[in-house]
């Protein structure tokens, strides 16, 4: 059993900063890549920003230049700053741990999600 715990959620205006931060913990075996997705009221969960092991990110489109993500891999620790935060950019966010049973298998962890609120 994997636990994710996220936090920094909250309520912020137009264009101000908030930044996420999930721990991981439990049966960590072989991590592959860790990341942040997010779903808004009657939308598809989508991904916001991930990081490979290896320190690799991506992002979505809508976010590219105002998020950052970063790591602390002997923490197990993911970390999402978001700058420049919009309207639409309001949503859970969830913490995604991707690891890789027997070298190749995808196992997904997910968080609770914390909900980030941008007021106009």
């Known amino acids: 059993q994997v636990q994710l715990v996220e936090s920094g959620g909250g309520l912020v205006q137009a264009g101000g900063s908030l930044r996420l931060s999930c721990v991981a913990s439990g049966n960590i075996f072989r991590i592959n890549a860790m990341g942040w997705y997010r779903q808004a009221p009657g939308k598809q969960r989508e991904l916001v920003a991930r990081?490979?092991?290896?320190?690799?990110?991506n992002y979505a489109d809508s976010v590219k230049g105002r998020f950052g993500i970063s790591r602390d891999n002997a923490k197990n620790t993911v970390y999402l700053q978001m700058n420049s935060l919009k309207p639409e950019d309001t949503a859970v966010y969830f913490c995604?741990?991707?690891?890789?049973?027997?070298?190749?298998?995808?196992?997904?962890?997910w968080g609770q999600g914390t909900q980030v609120t941008v007021s106009s």
């Open positions: 995604n741990l991707n690891q890789l049973r027997l070298g190749s298998i995808p196992v997904d962890s």
């Open positions: 990081i490979s092991s290896g320190g690799t990110t």
